[in-house]
């Protein structure tokens, strides 16, 4: 008698990627870049696979209008390095903000994705625009509550 159990790895043909719209007029920063990576790395379905790249698109209006709590407008710093002496660069969250609010969406959401060349595939299906218009109408993304 042979009971022989096993779980079917879903493969990259069986996936069917849906569009998803997350509108951040008033949404905390964090707390929506958790539910973005979620939705990107494919971990709300139950066909999830580690290995493999199931996740679906998300699109983010509104970028603009993220809230920050607490006082990390001003105390939270974006730093990175030219690679030339003396060249640590760095400016504030509420410069990002008001400047390039979607640079500060793609930053929260790829620090919680893995590391690695999954994790850039991934990222690259996060599409994010600081206004409400976005050109993947014909995508007919569906509308995600945070």
């Known amino acids: 008698m042979s009971l022989s159990k096993s779980t079917d790895s879903i493969r990259a043909t069986d996936i069917e990627q849906k569009w998803h719209l997350v509108d951040m007029d ?34 983010v209006i509104n970028s603009a209008k993220a809230v920050l709590t607490g006082r990390k407008l001003d105390q939270k710093m974006y730093r990175y390095h030219t690679n030339f002496p003396g060249g640590l660069k760095e400016t504030t969250a509420r410069d990002l903000m008001s400047n390039k609010s979607e640079d500060a969406i793609r930053k929260a959401v790829r620090g919680m994705l893995p590391k690695g060349p999954l994790g850039r595939q991934m990222l690259k299906k996060l599409k994010v625009y600081p206004g409400a218009e976005h050109p993947h109408g014909a995508q007919n993304p569906a509308a995600f509550t945070l």
């Not at 964090?30 to 679906?56: F, M, Q, W």
């Open 26 to 59: 008033g949404a905390t920063l964090g707390r929506a870049a958790t539910r973005i990576a979620s939705v990107l790395r494919g971990k709300h379905l139950p066909s999830y696979t580690p290995h493999n790249d199931c996740g679906e698109f998300v699109v």
